[in-house]
């Protein structure tokens, strides 16, 4: 059984589109979506440096453009389907929830939305290494920050105001190796996020919305969503709640995936899988080099 995931914000690197881009077609779909959303993601997926695509107004559009591009180079049938944080959009697009353009525009929302609100206090993420979260989670309340994102494997990301962030790197929960400031502009999944959600609640009443034709499983708590209209309300309320990959990787364990393909740019998920779901065989498209590999690995698992 295939689970095909999609990476959130801070995969993105400078230039990593560059190469999918001599794909057949991928230019022109890339040059229409950014007339559809007034952004040169073509740009900024290949010439922009990594401080202008940690921009959240562009980092966002970039990934979900990425992923659609590499999943229709792909062009796999997974039995599941998920995404990380903005990861979900490509997610909901991939599932036939909403078309690709649709994507694209309430991306481009989503993104400004956030970056608007990141503007307001300066704020920001940190992923913390090892540690119980039973330890890190209640430490992490007590300086004030939030548990944006519990990514399992032993990793938790906390999310709050620069200054919260330099408190933690004070003052590490026991059992932490390691605290990484994260290439995001903003404490994403958090209260500070909350006026991006009322700018995407007054978006979507134009979407046109379908119900999802494989399970998809929200990154809110892990559970398979089955109406288009319960995964779209997820994905406006998900800016200002965390981010639970734990439970999602739980759920793929026991759906019986055997295999997990990690769209572009992957790597962040696929290291995740790696160490909590042993056994499962894993790949991460990279660049356009990989998609045989990928091919190969779905030919053995995609049949359930």
């Not at 890190?136 to 494997?153: C, D, F, R, W």
């Not at 295999?259 to 696929?270: D, I, M, N, W, Y």
């Not at 990989?290 to 190969?296: F, G, W």
Request: charged fraction near 15%; aromatic fraction near 2%.
């Amino acid at each position: 059984m295939l689970v095909l995931v999609a990476p959130g914000q801070g995969a993105q690197t400078p230039g990593f589109l560059t190469p999918w881009l001599d794909l057949p077609g991928a230019a022109d779909r890339i040059a229409a979506w950014s007339d559809a959303i007034g952004l040169d993601l073509a740009h900024y997926g290949t010439r922009a440096d990594a401080d202008q695509i940690r921009d959240t107004a562009v980092a966002q559009p970039l990934l979900v453009a990425a992923g659609l591009l590499s999943a229709a180079a792909l062009d796999a049938s997974p039995s599941v389907i998920a995404g990380h944080s903005v990861g979900e959009i490509t997610a909901a697009a991939l599932a036939g929830v909403i078309d690709d353009e649709a994507a694209l525009r309430f991306v481009r929302t989503r993104g400004l939305g956030m970056a608007e609100a990141a503007a307001v206090t300066e704020t920001g993420m940190a992923a913390l290494l090892g540690g119980d979260p039973d330890v890190t989670i209640p430490h992490l309340e007590k300086l004030g920050l939030t548990a944006a994102n519990v990514n399992g494997s032993g990793q938790i990301v906390a999310a709050g105001t620069a200054a919260q962030i330099a408190a933690l790197e004070a003052d590490q929960p026991e059992g932490v190796r390691r605290v990484v400031a994260l290439k995001v502009a903003g404490a994403f999944h958090t209260h500070h996020m909350a006026p991006a959600v009322e700018k995407l609640r007054a978006a979507v009443g134009d979407l046109t919305v379908s119900d999802p034709t494989v399970r998809y499983v929200s990154n809110a708590d892990g559970h398979t969503v089955a109406t288009g209209t319960e995964v779209i309300a997820r994905l406006v309320g998900q800016v200002a709640n965390p981010v639970r990959w734990d439970l999602c990787m739980e759920t793929f364990q026991t759906l019986g995936v055997t295999a997990l393909v990690e769209l572009s740019p992957g790597g962040t998920l696929t290291g995740l899988a790696k160490r909590a779901l042993p056994g499962v065989k894993t790949l991460a498209l990279k660049t356009p080099d990989d998609l045989d590999a990928a091919r190969a690995l779905i030919s053995e698992h995609a049949g359930a």
